[in-house]
């Protein structure tokens, strides 16, 4: 007896479950914001992975969401591996300058960080776009 069929229905069932998991019983999962990243990936690309690197938007959905959405694994890693080590460099650079001053920075939040790193990206990518 062939046992791919069994071993395919299988796959399916658990997958369906998983995503049935994910939309229905984690907060802040939806269809809605799946079709949002995916709109996302599709106009920016390869940006959008920059971006979410760079800045503190959770990166943990864009890495999932990357492979959903078939980006290429050695663009993806060279991205990964780049971006995340400026972000931390930078981060032990001010730390080093900065010393105990940095705590206050970080205490602050990271929503000023994220939106003036966000429009640095946008405004860098709309000019490289022009030109």
């Known amino acids: 007896m062939d046992y791919a069929i069994l071993k395919d229905v299988l796959i399916i ?3 369906s479950t998983l995503v049935n998991f994910l939309f229905t019983k984690i907060p802040g999962v939806s269809v809605a914001l799946y079709d949002q990243i995916h709109v996302l990936f599709l106009k920016w ?3 959008i992975l920059v971006m979410a690197t760079l800045s503190p938007i959770p990166y943990n959905l864009f890495s999932v969401s990357s492979g959903v959405f078939e980006i ?24 080093k300058l900065l010393g105990s001053r940095v705590k ?5 939040g990271w929503k000023p960080v994220a939106i003036i790193t966000s429009l ?7 000019v490289f776009r022009v030109l």
Not at 78 to 85: E, K
Not at 104 to 108: A, F, M, T, V
């Open 104 to 108: 206050k920075l970080l205490d602050l």
């Open 13 to 15: 069932f658990t997958l």
């Open 72 to 95: 290429n694994i050695f663009i993806f890693l060279a991205v990964t591996i780049v971006c995340q080590g400026i972000k931390f460099f930078l981060l032990a650079h001010l730390t």
């Open 45 to 47: 690309n390869i940006w």
């Open 120 to 126: 640095s990206l946008l405004i860098a990518i709309v």
